[in-house]
């Protein structure tokens, strides 16, 4: 860790946070610099190349959701040359469904495999030779994406090192299906059947974990894998669960210690609780991205956007003809998700009272918030139960009626009143079912949302920086003076920003005052001496011939078959010089504006290094330019 040029904690966290960004190359190194300078006070000195996955030849096409950029570090004489491969956590809803099928069920590893492709790709493209030279090809990753590298290098054994941050922890079903050497032995230790593909599930979890631990341990390929969690991480909240099992040397860090996280919860509760909360949390999130009122959708198969602009009964009735078959692919989708939903449901109502004690008892909840999440997902459930009766009995009499054994004389019509009834019915129910749900989300999101920022990497920049007086927001670092009422924070990043842009701004306004006043300078005074000297030319032309002007005379003076003669000529001119202009006036009252803005510019920086007087890189930065 000595040797690499991303040497501390906080700067790789950084720049993995720059990943998320979607900067174009030129920024993102911009980035990268002014990052660099502000955690070490030293320029970095060395060329810097990138290489985004949505340029690499191996990720054209891809589906498996995967993104990352390779960034290249350059050095002088190639003695410390580094290779660091930023792979993305979750951000499309590609991710979230990738979450849920790689890493609850250990079904698919495509974004591993897109990982080791990208690696490929980016050594090529920076003509990285493993035999050539000793580049250090080092693996960096928030959430999702330490799933990805670290499993990669179970895998693959292709990084030198692997930083991560709150990451997903592998899985060993995962790696089971995706690594055929790791397969043949867990087979062969377990004496599992080849045939059964569900006999890995069979295993008891802790004996194939420590199998699994041994394995990897012993082909060494969990050398060099540093991870930082945070003890309020969700995701490392539920990585007790069956699958997930940590890799390499992990620093737990406490970032948010007014809680005190969420892991006691979720070790207390069954497995199968576990499952239940994260397939329902994971299924209403991809939906949730993937649109608006889709969330409703894909937890039950009710699409309300088909009923958009229904108000009444005889609107349901147009609706049944006009999009009969939307709507009976509806109810045949609702038929499948609505048991599989009461089902969870019924699981997490049967014990949500322990649940969500555990949640108020961590400070998450009140006991009277408590009691309304228990009541609506008792209402939920008992909805969700209305729901499949009612689709239950539509199917039944569809089925009664269509095979002949109906009541009446006319089975479509039949049919026809018990659909629409149905879903009259439905529609009613769900307004029921999203007023509960509305409830739900208000009192559990501000939870939620609290409960992941502490899997951001911004909340553990601050717990990392808090010691060192630094604190950050956003890609900006901010320096904290003092503490308690006399605590002063400075956002430094952006006021470097202000400093510098400032200055230019004004480099261009002066500028444009001098262009300004050689502007009228050219158009009025120059102008106005140019017509001058034209008339004075003509006065003289005149004085100087003035028998040439002798038509001119007898056209307009001269009696009727007379001509007069024209023998001299004496212009008495007057003209006045410009006057009425005050351009020193003008440029004056703009020059004082730019002075006042150079003044504010200048004492704001000099207040800002009086304040952080020890710290001599305050100084350095307003001088610092990325790249320049």
């Known amino acids: 860790m000595e040797n690499d040029i991303l040497n501390s904690d906080i700067l790789r966290l950084r720049l993995i946070d720059l990943e998320y960004k979607g900067l174009k190359n030129e920024d993102f190194e ?13 320029e970095l000195k060395a060329d810097i190349e990138i290489l985004k996955s949505s340029d690499a030849k191996s990720i054209k096409g891809d589906e498996s959701g995967y993104d990352g950029t390779a960034v290249y570090f350059k050095t002088e004489g190639k003695d410390n040359d580094q290779l660091y491969i930023l792979s993305q956590g979750s951000q499309q809803a590609k991710d979230w469904e990738y979450n849920m099928n790689a890493m ?8 591993t495999y897109a990982t080791y492709n990208f690696v490929k790709d980016a050594k090529e493209h920076f003509n990285v030779n493993d035999t050539a030279n000793q580049t250090d090809i080092i693996g960096m990753s928030h959430s999702l994406a330490h799933n990805n590298n670290a499993s990669t290098q179970l895998i693959y054994n292709v990084f030198d090192k692997v930083y991560s941050v709150n990451g997903a922890q592998t899985n060993y079903y995962q790696l089971y299906f995706a690594n055929a050497e790791f397969r043949h032995e867990v087979n062969k230790q377990f004496s599992l059947n080849r045939n059964d593909y569900l006999a890995i599930y069979k295993l008891d979890p802790a004996q194939l974990r420590n199998f699994t631990e041994e394995y990897y341990e012993k082909k060494g390929n969990t050398k060099g894998i540093y991870q930082l969690i945070s003890t309020d991480d969700p995701l490392y909240g539920i990585s007790g669960a069956r699958g997930f099992f940590p890799v390499g040397t992990v620093e737990m860090i406490d970032t948010n210690t007014e809680r005190p996280g969420i892991r006691d919860i979720f070790d207390q509760l069954p497995d199968s609780e576990v499952a239940h909360l994260q397939q329902l949390a994971i299924t209403y999130t991809v939906a949730e991205k993937a649109g608006s009122t889709n969330g409703l959708k894909e937890l039950t198969g009710l699409d309300i956007s088909i009923f958009e602009g229904a108000k009444g009964n005889w609107d349901y009735a147009k609706l049944y003809v006009t999009k009969g078959d939307e709507i009976n692919a509806m109810i045949a989708d609702m038929n499948t998700k609505v048991p599989l939903l009461i089902d969870s449901i019924k699981k997490m109502t049967s014990n949500s009272d322990v649940i969500f004690s555990h949640f108020v008892d961590a400070g998450y909840l009140s006991e009277a918030d408590k009691d309304i999440v228990v009541k609506e997902l008792t209402n939920i459930e008992g909805l969700l139960e209305e729901m499949k009766s009612l689709i239950q009995t539509n199917n039944s009499i569809r089925e009664s009626q269509y095979d002949g054994n109906y009541s009446g004389s006319n089975p479509f019509m039949t049919v026809l009143g018990a659909d629409i009834g149905s879903l009259i019915r439905l529609l009613n129910l769900k307004d029921s079912f999203t007023e509960s749900f509305e409830k739900l989300q208000h009192i559990l999101g501000p939870m939620l949302a609290e409960i992941g920022d502490s899997h951001s990497i911004l909340e553990m920049l601050n717990a990392l920086g808090f010691q060192s007086g630094r604190a950050y927001s956003g890609s900006d670092l901010i320096l904290v003076k003092g503490s308690g009422a006399d605590k002063i924070k400075v956002n430094i990043s952006a006021t470097v920003r202000m400093y510098q842009q400032g200055n230019e701004s004004l480099e261009v306004k002066n500028r444009h005052v001098e262009a300004l006043i050689a502007a009228l300078d050219a158009e009025l005074v120059d102008g106005f001496m140019l017509e001058r000297t034209k008339v004075v030319n003509r006065i003289n032309e005149i004085e100087s011939n003035p028998s040439s002007y002798a038509d001119h005379i007898n056209a307009c003076v001269a009696p009727s078959g007379n001509k007069a003669e024209v023998v001299g000529a004496n212009v008495h001119e007057y003209l006045p010089p410009l006057s ?34 020890k710290d001599e890189f305050v100084a350095a930065l307003f001088d610092y330019v990325p790249g320049g």
């Open 30 to 42: 911009k980035e990268i610099r002014r990052i660099y300078f502000e955690e070490t006070g030293h």
């Open 104 to 111: 609850l069920a250990g079904q698919d590893a495509s974004q």
């Open 580 to 613: 009425g202009i005050q351009f020193d006036g003008i440029q004056s009252i703009l020059q004082t504006e730019i002075t006042n803005a150079k003044t504010f510019l200048t004492t704001s920086r000099t207040a800002i290094e009086t304040l952080f007087d």
